[in-house]
């Protein structure tokens, strides 16, 4: 099987295999690619193709594309089975975990109608339970299916065990090492157990270094461990320590990239979860508030200038030079708060004191006010008949960069310990904070300095 | 083993124990941290602590901990030994990949020096070829370390394989299957082959869908195939088809994160790979690019408010709402780009039309604008006494929103097309476009209704 891409070419040859209703061809044609690709495939057809095209994807992979498909794509082909149909063909093959983020997606009427007529009793209350767990934590994301082993068991007895709960568990990385209780308490690697010799004990063999999570830890404190310690899956355990689940890293891949959009959206005034595919009110609607607010802070300006009325009428060249201060505070606030927030982020600033930073962002925002400054001196002397003009701008330019610079660090280290997202800083609010404040200091500057 | 937090008090404790010269219990606190943790402990020691602490971390350890301590602690820490030194106690103990990682970071003369000194030439020649491929490629990012059967081998055979090769591989997750040629036929994984009897062929229990990159691709491209197909480690192969190394998902959850990194410092304004640790003339040099971009756009921005001298010395309340225009073009604009933005990074945009993206952001763009227009001359109406200055303020607020929206759209997707990173257009470049063409609505609209 070659590495195939779901270009437009594939698309356009489904199509036509739909078109003819050739559902051998078809058939061929979707056992080259995989469960990915056809739930790609699907996001590009209409809705009667994607039905065609499902009916004849293979039964084993069948699932795997309910799982991989596109939301509304996936609504709209469950909606023509009824919940029966929903357990039984598709709910009652999957692992558990793919089965609760189907399951989440539907209606509480519909879910619990689809788990009561699951047949197999311990994975519907599995699936209960899972749905019980808390968004963005450790239960709403592991799975049940995993293999463990008895501290008191040979190797043997383990090799046999695993033949036994394999069918149920489609990756095996590690078996998990349990005592009497099911408290986890190490685990073995696949590697140790083909090479161990089948008539030593577990407890001869296994490794009690394990690193585990309990159901309630927060998801962005798992993503850590997985990037810190280097893992592929990570054992959950339940208050008493019994293990009840597993993580594995291609989902904490997808809770890495969502946090990553949630705070590239956040910083760039974007306020619920939204993707260029929604429609147009819901895209309005997330923009709106920011914009509000930045309507908030123009007002606020205008106000503020308006105090200032009177000097701009003696000396009309102070507007000019309204845009170059505004946007340089914006500009040198975001590059500091954008420096703190990824620190925050990947956890290198931590523990240590907040005066030293702001010391240092005092420096670099001296400097490159100093610079900008100096540049700006050297064209108004040479562009512009005011002399007072040009110290104006320059003493203002130097004090907004400066002043925008520790507000960039400051506000984000504050937000944090508020418990606040420290991204929102980088954006909107940042700007807005630093056009008044960069206002305040040019016009104040120019009332004593014309 | 507890899951362990480097925290102040540990800190402490490791500090006096250095303090002490108390070895014994140094070592037994070590032994009870993990590597990465021993690695995030140096970087909070000064660099005659880290070396004493180094001297009592257990031999096993010591490679690991090397290769995830900071660049300047292990660069000060290698400082100490010979290129002979190096190459015998660290670099042969190492994974391939490690080892090409951490020669990577010395002068070319030390690395020339290092290799020469290994005794394994075999290792040696794997990693002076590692280092030769360009940086973020496969190449670049894979070991050499994998477990591979012969197709023609039983299950035993194979086995027995593992077990000879299974001692330079420190993770096994699958074992891939190769001819003659040894080039690369499929996978099997250790679950089949516990599972598969020990007579039958590989041939026969084999599963021939394997994906593999070859060593040129692109870090990015590796990155979203893990993504798309959940996996956990990736064949590489070279021109031939032969099996030359592997890539695990560690490495690119690294990768991931490095791209988001780099996203976010762009769409920052900040031009180099900075955090808040490096020297305060390096934070500057990489803020100043976009310092001066702004600059100039805000001298673009004074002289084009000059054309209208005039008219602000007759008119001095259109300066007020100067800065509410500019923030308002400038915050649409980043709304718009960062939604096209985010859908090119995950590759949601990709083959579909430019055209109904540009007309659907048109449409929010109209109805953000009105919503803000109708507010801002409500606004006018009530607390300004020019009827003439709500109308021009709102028209040109309408105007600027949509054209700001329009242009966050555009312009990302054209700079794609150009093969130049679209996250560069979120920052400070689509400020400063906006600023300018919001001013120019602005007066425009002001001199032709006032």
């Known amino acids: 099987m070659e590495n195939i891409s779901v270009d437009i070419a594939f698309v356009k040859n489904v199509k036509q295999l739909v078109g003819e209703q050739n559902s051998t061809a078809l058939g061929e044609l979707l056992q080259t690619i995989y469960p990915q690709d056809i739930a790609e ?24 594309v309910l799982v991989e498909m596109e939301e509304s794509v996936r609504a709209h082909f469950l909606s023509a089975y009824s919940t029966k149909e929903i357990a039984d063909q598709f709910i009652q093959n999957m692992d558990s975990d793919d089965a609760a983020y189907v399951l989440g997606h539907l209606h509480t009427k519909e879910q619990e109608d689809v788990i009561g007529n699951l047949t197999d009793i311990e994975f519907a209350s599995s699936l209960l339970s899972l749905l019980n767990y808390e968004e963005y934590t450790a239960g709403s994301l592991m799975a049940v299916e995993l293999v463990k082993a008895n501290i008191s068991w ?24 349990v005592d009497e209780f099911e408290r986890l308490v190490g685990i073995i690697t ?36 997985f990037k810190k310690y280097d893992m592929v899956v990570l054992p959950v355990v339940n208050a ?41 009110w819901v895209l309005s609607r997330a923009r ?7 309507l908030l802070g123009g007002i606020a300006s205008s106000r503020f200038i308006a105090v200032y009325e009177d000097q701009i009428q003696i000396h009309p060249e102070m507007a000019f030079f309204i845009p170059l201060i505004a946007a340089m505070g914006g500009n040198a606030g975001v590059q500091s708060s954008a420096i703190v927030v990824q620190g925050l982020a990947n956890n290198t600033l931590g523990t240590k004191n907040i005066m030293p930073k702001i010391l ?65 800083a980088t954006g909107p609010f940042i700007t807005t904070t630093n056009d008044l404040l960069g206002l305040a200091i040019y016009f104040s500057v120019g009332r004593m300095l014309y």
């Open 190 to 225: 696949l590697k140790n157990l083909i090479l161990s010799k089948p008539e030593l004990k577990i407890e001869e063999v296994f490794n009690k270094q394990v690193i585990s999570v309990s159901t309630s830890t927060d998801s962005q404190e798992i993503a850590n461990l």
């Open 154 to 177: 040979t190797v043997a007895q383990c090799i046999e065990e695993i033949r036994r709960q394999a069918e149920n568990v489609e990756t095996i990385y590690v078996v998990y090492v």
């Open 41 to 64: 495939l699907l996001d590009k057809l209409d809705n009667e193709e994607a039905r065609y095209v499902m009916s004849n994807v293979p039964k084993e992979q069948i699932v795997k």
């Open 360 to 424: 240092k962002e005092l420096r670099v925002g001296m400097l490159n006010g100093i610079i900008c400054s100096a540049l700006i001196f050297a064209y108004n002397m040479f562009f512009s008949d005011s002399f007072d003009l040009a110290i104006t701008v320059s003493v203002a330019l130097i004090t907004v960069i400066v002043f925008a610079s520790v507000l960039g660090t400051f506000i984000p280290l504050v937000l944090n310990k508020m418990k606040i997202d420290p991204a929102i």
């Open 288 to 294: 709106l508030p920011w914009l509000l607010i930045g």
């Open 240 to 280: 008493l320590g019994q293990l009840v689940g597993r993580i594995t890293v291609d989902d904490v891949v997808e809770v890495i990239e969502e946090e990553a959009n949630e705070d590239y959206q956040l910083m760039s005034g974007i306020t619920e979860d939204v993707d260029s595919t929604d429609k147009v």
